[in-house]
């Protein structure tokens, strides 16, 4: 069942470090080893552009992790005052580009899963019109298996200096402009370094 009465959760909330240690958790297994197999299942060609490991199967993740980024970063423009305080406007252009994917990608994604699920009207008590009556029972996948399977998958080295190489610029992580593409928004942000 949905509550849509609580409107402060782990995830979303007035920033603070707690709700970003939420996210941080939320999205730790993002990166995860996929199979030659599993690669292939997902269109006949795609092995041609996947990502290959230096030990072994391709670079992935799962869709919901993706959207679950998407929802990350859009809570983050919400509050972009406190996450990106110095953006400049190319920045901020760059940030509405990826917030409009995210929008995007999260619509398709609605509309390909079509939740069905008849959610009944009841008056509303503080004004004269009716409302949606959100406490309805839904399927859902269970979260803990598909965590369980993504962190049996994860890549703990992903972020590695020398693990992975673009075949034109080089180590991927070690790159000047890492700082621009997290502030744009990797699915997991990479470790911080000493401070």
């Not at 920033?15 to 080893?33: F, G, I, K, M």
């Not at 799962?62 to 990106?84: N, P, Q, S």
């Not at 008056?123 to 959100?134: L, R």
Request: aromatic share 10%.
């Amino acid at each position: 069942m949905f509550n849509l009465k609580e409107r402060t959760n782990p995830y979303i909330n007035k920033p603070s470090p707690e709700l970003d240690a939420a996210w941080t958790e939320l999205l730790q297994y993002s990166n995860v080893r996929l199979t030659e197999a599993e690669v292939d299942t997902i269109a006949p060609d795609r092995k041609q552009s996947a990502i290959p490991l230096p030990d072994g199967g391709y670079f992935g993740m799962l869709t919901i992790h993706h959207e679950l980024h998407c929802v990350k970063h859009l809570h983050r423009f919400i509050y972009a005052d406190y996450y990106f305080p110095e953006l400049s406007s190319e920045e901020l252009g760059r940030r509405k580009l990826h917030m409009e994917h995210c929008l995007d990608l999260l619509r398709q994604s609605i509309m390909c899963h079509a939740d069905v699920q008849p959610i009944t009207m009841r008056w509303a008590k503080s004004v004269p019109v009716p409302g949606a009556n959100y406490s309805t029972p839904h399927n859902c996948y269970n979260w803990e298996a598909v965590n369980n399977w993504a962190k049996s998958r994860s890549l703990d080295r992903i972020f590695e200096p020398g693990y992975l190489k673009h075949p034109v610029f080089g180590d991927v992580y070690s790159w000047d402009g890492l700082e621009n593409l997290t502030r744009i928004g990797l699915a997991t942000d990479p470790p911080k370094g000493p401070e």
